[in-house]
């Protein structure tokens, strides 16, 4: 049975929706006297529909506009009073891991990393909200209503959560989301090195949103790839129309000129069934596969590449079309054994001879795919019910694997690259961090930023434990290491494999507020102004201060020393 609305129709929302349904370019979201988010009318744009000639109204311009971006790029560049105060406590090999857990709002942990690893991170992987019809627990998120015309309507109970008003015919306000993500990829283009990268997992509800914010954060021409994640191999009964079962994984790098190409490990099958030649000439290259040195019809004409090639038999070969080769690469090729001729006189064909790896001995790869396939959500799923004893604490967490193959293309040759995930959730990144490390033997590092989300009375995560997301994703890293490490034990490189984490947590400086004019200060205050230091800090709480004013790496190792008394 439905709920009572109690309160009388809204008139005003019901005629835009009737417009929305004749012009729908004609509705857009506005800023309401209370600042809170409204749809209304674009009167301009309904001007225009309504007339046979151009009418007056603003200056056209191609851009991406929204009520609060000015507040976003406002909010992205003030400066914060906070800092980091670390827990060593719920820290695994404090002294000596390289990797960061930071608990607090992403935001603000953002701006407190700019110092320190300006320009330094390699790849950043993020799975933000996907404006679903979910609210965030930000303090700049978007609500989806005006909050407090529902409170006097008496549609909240005593804990803020919604009644009765449906999310999806209340409508999911884009702005507010925009707003959200705006500051913070804003930020995080600062951390990124020239020839890093942000890999973004979206839907298709702000895919085309989140695109636009990019193009203008990262710029059009450092845009990589849109790649389709294929998530689920069936159909679901709560599809209306069509079945869905893809996302998306935008790619965008800083500089696009300074990045390398891509490159994934060769899959083994692959090899197996390619790679059937050997050469003992070059023992050092592997096997390798003849592949025809004509090009095909697609490629441009280039008389250069028109000529003849000597073979063994005396015959000179012509191209039917052209080589894929220039002439001096081709007498290099054939002084060194690299051609092989098939057939006889005139009818013989020209092949080039492709190593599994090149002069140095490194295995060569292959570019990824734009299509993400065999890799399902349920596997993620499957991640955390065996790390977590078969209890799903996190619903359709991203699977280690699809991140994994991530790092590897983000990361390139570079196995020591630093790895930001500021929406961790569940930590799956630096499970996938972990578990590539110890495949490749590689020392990439990881720093994870999660906000201490609460976990639902009712909720699985709850009944196991958990107070908070952020707390199971701690407890996943503790326990995701471990168990790479035992299922590893015979790989050498494991064992030195760093499966620790430092744990900071945002708070606010470790020094007293001290603006006071003269006027203010009592007798009784003289005591409290003794030191500029807050009572319950630390000399480690100072410490980490220090080296984030410095800029300095908050992985570096920690000596004590007594000099003249004083530690």
Request: charge should be negative; include cysteine.
């Amino acid at each position: 049975m439905d709920k009572l609305k109690l309160h009388t129709p809204d008139i005003t929302a019901e005629n835009i929706a009737k417009l929305a349904e004749l012009f729908p370019n004609c509705v857009t979201e506005s800023l309401s006297k209370d600042g809170t988010l409204k749809q209304s009318v674009d009167f301009d744009q309904l001007r225009q529909e309504l007339s046979n000639t151009v009418v007056e109204g603003p200056q056209e311009r191609y851009q991406l506009n929204w009520p609060g971006k000015r507040e976003a790029l406002l909010t992205a560049n003030a400066p914060i009073s906070k800092t980091l105060r670390p827990c060593r406590e719920e820290s695994v090999d404090f002294d000596t891991t390289k990797n960061l857990y930071i608990e607090g709002d992403n935001l603000d942990a953002l701006k407190l990393l700019q110092e320190t690893y300006l320009n330094k991170v390699k790849m950043i992987y993020i799975d933000p909200p996907y404006n679903t019809g979910n609210d965030f627990i930000y303090e700049d998120d978007f609500k989806m209503e005006s909050k407090s015309y529902l409170l006097k309507s008496d549609q909240l109970d005593e804990e803020g959560d919604r009644l009765v008003t449906n999310s999806e015919s209340n409508g999911r306000f884009h702005s507010d989301w925009l707003t959200m993500m705006y500051s913070r990829l804003r930020l995080s283009r600062n951390l990124l090195a020239d020839d890093g990268v942000i890999f973004i997992s979206i839907d298709e509800n702000e895919v085309v949103n989140m695109k636009k914010i990019c193009d203008e954060i990262f710029g059009e021409d450092n845009f990589i790839e849109n790649f389709i994640w294929k998530k689920s191999y069936g159909g679901g009964p709560k599809e209306r129309y069509a079945v869905t079962q893809h996302e998306y994984i935008l790619l965008y790098t800083k500089v696009i000129s300074n990045l390398d190409n891509f490159s994934l490990r060769y899959d083994p099958a692959k090899i197996t069934r390619y790679y059937k030649h050997k050469d003992q000439h070059h023992e050092l290259r592997g096997p390798y596969r003849l592949k025809p040195l004509e090009a095909t019809k697609s490629m441009d004409s280039r008389p250069n590449l028109v000529y003849g090639i000597p073979a063994p038999d005396g015959h000179e070969i012509q191209p039917k079309r052209q080589w894929l080769w220039s002439k001096a690469r081709v007498i290099k090729a054939l002084e060194n054994g690299e051609l092989e001729f098939i057939g006889s006189g005139e009818k013989q064909t020209v092949n080039y001879k492709q190593y599994l790896k090149d002069e140095n001995g490194i295995e060569r790869g292959e570019k990824p795919f734009s299509i993400i396939d065999g890799i399902y959500t349920q596997k993620g799923t499957d991640d955390i019910r065996k790390i977590f004893d078969d209890k799903v604490l996190i619903q359709f967490p991203k699977p280690v694997d699809l991140i994994s193959k991530l790092v590897e293309i983000g990361c390139g040759n570079k196995r020591d690259s630093i790895v930001l995930d500021f929406f961790s959730g569940s930590a799956t990144s630096a499970h996938a961090v972990m578990a590539l490390n110890a495949d490749d033997g590689g020392e990439r590092r990881h720093i994870m930023v999660q906000l201490p989300e609460t976990c639902g009375a009712k909720s699985e995560a709850f009944k196991a434990g958990y107070a908070t997301i952020a707390e199971i994703g701690r407890e996943r890293i503790r326990r995701s290491g471990k168990k790479i490490k035992a299922e590893n034990i015979n790989k050498p490189s494991v064992q030195s494999l760093d499966i620790g984490f430092r744990v900071f947590k945002i708070d606010s400086s470790n020094m007293k507020d001290i603006y006071y004019a003269p006027d203010e200060v009592s007798q009784d205050d003289l005591f409290s102004q003794a030191s500029n230091i807050r009572e319950d800090r630390t000399p480690e709480d100072l410490l980490f201060q220090v080296l984030l004013d410095w800029g300095v790496d908050l992985a570096l190792p920690i000596s004590q020393e007594t000099i003249a008394g004083k530690t």
